[in-house]
């Protein structure tokens, strides 16, 4: 017959391998649940300050992001950009409201690769915003770059079977620090109106109109 000391011993053992198993998927389910957790948090954060439909930092998080940068420029030459689609609204009325959402993302799109590593922001609607740093505020460099970006803009936008254009009205004016990025932003809002004012002034076109610009100072 068995010891009973070694029976019992065997028995020990193999509880304490279980009981250690046991403690190891206790771990496991406890470090996958906290993983999980961290998850949804920064899904919930993310979520909080991007916009959902173009994925960009959107209007709170855009102030947020750009006192930051505007702290750690030292000294870094900084524009703000305010754009606005013109007559968005006919995206809408003539291909549906998916055909203007698609607009909308490919703009966001455009933007962001136009600003490369710098901010750029949904902040409703068809207006956009960025904080661009620039090796200069010499007024011909700025006219350059914002006709880069408006013909960016510009270009035909897939939607389905056929293309579109839009046109934008763009504004920007130099930041010269955090305490400024408010007030520049209203001055480039209201060049961003001057433009779009202009253009309207102009007889009136469809959707394949060249992008309209305005700078300010």
């Not at 209007?59 to 940068?69: C, D, E, G, K, P």
């Not at 949904?122 to 904080?131: P, Q």
Request: hydrophobic share 45%.
């Amino acid at each position: 017959m068995p010891d009973p000391m070694t029976v019992a011993s065997g028995i020990s053992a193999a509880g304490a391998i279980l009981s250690a198993w046991q403690l190891h998927r206790r771990a496991q389910r406890a470090e996958a649940e906290i993983e999980l957790l961290q998850a949804e948090l920064e899904a919930e954060r993310h979520a909080a300050s991007h916009d959902p439909l173009t994925g960009l930092p959107n209007r709170r998080a855009f102030y947020r992001l750009a006192a930051t940068l505007l702290t750690d420029a030292a000294g870094k030459p900084l524009i703000a950009v305010v754009l606005d689609l013109d007559d968005f609204k006919q995206v809408n009325d003539r291909y549906g409201h998916a055909a203007g959402d698609q607009v909308l993302v490919s703009v966001a799109q455009r933007l962001a690769a136009f600003a490369g590593d710098n901010l750029v922001a949904r902040l409703g609607g068809d207006e956009f915003a960025g904080l661009l740093t620039t090796p200069t505020v010499d007024r011909r460099w700025i006219e350059h770059a914002t006709r880069r970006l408006c013909e960016a803009l510009a270009a035909p936008i897939p939607l389905g079977s056929r293309t579109v254009r839009v046109t934008a009205s763009v504004g920007l004016a130099p930041v010269h620090g955090p305490a400024q990025l408010t007030e520049a932003l209203c001055r480039a809002d209201t060049a961003m109106y001057q433009a779009k004012s202009v253009g309207a002034a102009r007889p009136a076109r469809q959707l394949v109109e060249s992008a309209r610009l305005a700078d300010y100072y």
